[in-house]
T-cell receptor, first 114, second 115 residues
Framework: EAQVTQNPRYLITVTGKKLTVTCSQN?????MSWYRQDPGLGLRQIYY???????DKGDVPEGYKVSRKEKRNFPLILESPSPNQTSLYFC?????????????FGPGTRLTVT | GESVGLHLPTLSVQEGDNSIINCAYS??????FIWYKQESGKGPQFIID?????DKRQGQRVTVLLNKTVKHLSLQIAATQPGDSAVYFC??????????????FGQGTILTVHP
């Protein structure tokens, strides 16, 4: 089944404790992206990757890191999480940036930072 | 930065009616627009897209209209069904240069369809 998977689905952590949210797709997609969703603010793009080893900042990259060492994986790293990073996070992928809109979204990761 | 917005945060319709969801954008350089549907507890789902060289595009029961003069985008859903109840987001891509992969979303409109 074609899908985007994220792990963990739920995470409660404390301020400053490094964490990684994994994202994996099995569709051989070139483009991958991370978003956060907050009430009243909609979805905001954190980082995106056009292909392996190519990553770029979205609208809200501060406090996050990403890497794209292999095509299928695009982990989101929070080196020192803070309470304002409490949010619902979505990973997404598409065939390429030419098909930017036709993104497949993962099920989401709900992160709480206390 | 520039962003995409919505006129109506909520829309209630009766089953069988046609629905129109509106979106205003401010970046005149945007050349690609997308509509997504998000059901409760799920990730967004692609509905339809349109490029700036078009003013109308039709899908199955959905039509997207683009008016570049007034920077306005709309999603029309024909014969709305209870299963169409969801939050609908418009999104825009700023086009060339360094923005090829960047996507900016509007805040969303809640569509409620009453049986």
């Amino acid at each position: 089944e074609a899908q985007v998977t994220q792990n963990p689905r739920y995470l409660i952590t404390v301020t400053g404790k490094k964490l990684t949210v994994t994202c994996s797709q099995n569709m051989n997609h070139e483009y991958m992206s991370w978003y956060r969703q907050d009430p009243g603010l909609g979805l905001r793009q954190i980082y995106y990757s056009m292909n392996v080893e190519v990553t770029d900042k979205g609208d809200v990259p501060e406090g996050y890191k990403v890497s794209r060492k292999e095509k299928r994986n695009f982990p989101l790293i929070l080196e020192s999480p803070s309470p304002n990073q409490t949010s619902l996070y979505f990973c997404a992928s598409s065939l390429s940036w030419d098909y930017l809109g036709e993104q497949y979204f993962g099920p989401g990761t709900r992160l709480t930072v206390t | 930065g520039e962003s995409v917005g919505l006129h109506l945060p909520t829309l209630s319709v009766q089953e069988g009616d046609n629905s129109i969801i509106n979106c205003a954008y401010s970046n005149s350089a945007s050349d690609y627009f997308i509509w997504y549907k998000q059901e409760s507890g799920k990730g967004p789902q692609f509905i339809i897209d349109i490029r700036s060289n078009m003013d109308k595009r039709q899908g199955q029961r959905v039509t997207v209209l683009l008016n570049k003069t007034v920077k306005h985008l709309s999603l029309q859903i024909a014969a709305t069904q209870p299963g169409d109840s969801a939050v609908y987001f418009c999104a825009e891509n700023g086009g060339g240069g360094t923005s090829y992969g960047k996507l900016t979303f509007g805040q969303g409109t809640i569509l409620t369809v009453h049986p």
